[in-house]
């Protein structure tokens, strides 16, 4: 199962930016936190993962609690190609290898 | 920026019938996977590939399905007698190293009739 819990579905303006929060109050130390997202049957999109450092690269933000039970993916200005459904994901390092998938969040950006 | 790339995007076939689905891997990734996605439900992992051996299966990857990588770059995924539940998208993705980013191709849309 997912050890993580997220929000089923999100509203954001198209313009704003998108917030997204994720518990994952069970994290190991050695566990990093990974976001991907799929757009309508399309195959799942990595976007960034960090393991306690706030992370940012050209698609999104992480940002990870000092505790790191919780993180939020921040895309800062969301197009209407931002809708899909966001997965946030916990994966041990140099260890676990297959993706467990949860049901995600789904965002809807409004126009 | 390099990309999994999977053949046919959309495969119908009658029950019962061999169904081969086909991924080509980035170019320097070593490691390979395939999951699959039944309409309106989660992703669920199949199979992780590598060294042309499978490393972990999952409960649904039964004596039906196999895996192999035949020339070299082409990964596939053979299911040898279709049941009406195989119907769903699936999906292939690839990574350099063990447990390293996964990234994941656009799919194929299998249909069993």
């Known amino acids: 199962d997912a050890k993580t819990t997220q929000p089923p579905s999100m509203d954001c303006a198209e313009g704003r930016a998108a917030n997204l929060p994720c518990n994952h109050s069970?994290?190991?130390?050695?566990?990093?936190v990974y976001w991907y997202r799929q757009i309508h049957s399309q195959g799942p999109q990595y976007i960034i993962h960090g393991l306690k450092n706030n992370e940012t690269n050209e698609m999104a933000s992480l940002i990870i609690t000092e505790d790191r039970k919780s993180s939020t993916l921040i895309l800062p200005h969301a197009t209407l190609r931002d809708t899909a459904v966001y997965y946030c994901?916990?994966?041990?390092?140099?260890?676990?290898?297959?993706?467990?998938f949860g049901k995600g969040t789904r965002l809807h950006i409004l126009p | 920026e390099p990309e999994v790339t999977q053949t046919p995007s959309h495969q119908v076939t009658q029950m019962g019938q061999e169904v081969i689905l086909r991924c080509v891997p980035i170019?320097?990734?070593?490691?390979f996977y395939w999951y699959r996605q039944i309409l309106g439900q989660k992703v669920e992992f199949l199979v992780s590939?590598?060294?042309?051996?499978?490393?972990?299966k999952s409960e649904i990857f039964d004596d039906q399905f196999s895996v192999e990588r035949p020339d070299g770059s082409n990964f596939t995924l053979k299911i040898r007698s279709t049941k009406l539940e195989d119907s769903a998208m699936y999906f292939c993705a690839t990574t350099p190293g063990f447990a390293d980013t996964q990234y994941f191709g656009p799919g194929t849309r299998l249909t069993v009739l």
């Open positions: 994901i916990v994966r041990v390092g140099n260890r676990d290898d297959k993706i467990i």
């Open positions: 170019s320097n990734h070593l490691y």
């Open positions: 590939f590598y060294n042309n051996e499978i490393s972990e």
């Open positions: 069970t994290i190991s130390g050695n566990e990093y």
